[in-house]
């Protein structure tokens, strides 16, 4: 598959911690990248290469990876979290990059 | 810093070519180990990538385009633009460039601010 799917929707509780997966084939051989996009705003990296976060980004903000599975942790869900996630990472050639679909976080 | 903007026609007729620049400031667009992407988003859709390139002129694109983009490189203006050629409705979008860093060669970041292109007659 040189697809990177994501769940839709996902909701967490103030304060609580979420977990947001991309699941894909090439996940197996290729870090993924974590983007957060609110309305009208460009996206913003906030976790890559498995172990690095951006400048300024919170360290409430995490990632892993297992197997086909690539995961972003936000613990201790503040309001402004709220936003769009998307995942991506090259496709099994490593030549082409991958979106998956887009998580809409909403935070209770 | 690196900061990226980009600039063009918002509005294109149909069948025409769609052509947009990334200017790129506060750093080198030669700068060994960075390529320079196009990314597309659809209105109320998920990010869709297109293509990039790397400063020596070496480019990728995805297959959903269908050979219609073409990614280019001025390293004397320090920018890098996009064609897409014999547009449709379907290719009204707003259009961010991005750099892609890190090891994997997959994280995007910087992006630019974003630009709406409407296809319409």
């Known amino acids: 598959s040189s697809e990177l799917t994501q769940d839709p929707i996902v909701s967490v509780a103030l304060g609580q911690t979420v977990r947001i997966t991309c699941q894909g084939d090439?996940?197996?051989?290729?870090?993924a990248s974590w983007y957060q996009q609110k309305p009208g705003q460009a996206p913003v990296l906030v976790f890559y290469?498995?172990?690095n976060r951006p400048s300024g980004i919170p360290d409430r903000f995490s990632g892993s990876s297992s197997g086909n599975t690539a995961s972003l942790t936000i613990t201790g869900a503040q309001a402004e979290d709220e936003a769009d996630y998307y995942c991506?990472?090259?496709?099994?050639?490593?030549?082409?990059?991958?979106f998956g679909g887009g998580t809409k976080l909403t935070v209770l | 810093q690196v900061q990226l903007q980009e600039s063009g026609p918002g509005l294109v007729k149909p069948s025409q070519t769609l052509s947009l620049t990334c200017s790129v400031s506060?750093?080198?667009?030669?700068?060994?180990?960075?390529?320079w992407s196009w990314i597309r988003q659809h209105p109320g859709k998920g990010l869709e990538w297109i293509g990039y390139?790397?400063?020596?002129?070496?480019?990728f694109y995805s297959p959903s385009l269908n050979s219609r983009a073409s990614i280019s490189v001025d390293t004397s203006k320090n920018h890098f633009s996009l064609e897409l050629t014999s547009v449709t409705a379907a290719d009204t979008a707003v259009y961010y460039c991005?750099?892609?860093?890190?090891?994997?060669?997959?994280?995007?970041?910087?992006w630019g601010q974003g630009t709406l292109v409407t296809v319409s007659s």
């Open positions: 506060g750093g080198s667009i030669s700068s060994s180990g960075y390529y």
């Open positions: 390139i790397y400063y020596t002129g070496t480019t």
């Open positions: 090439s996940l197996r051989s290729y870090y």
């Open positions: 290469d498995n172990n």
């Open positions: 991506n990472s090259r496709d099994r050639s490593g030549y082409l990059l991958l």
């Open positions: 991005a750099s892609v860093v890190g090891v994997s060669g997959s994280a995007l970041d910087p």
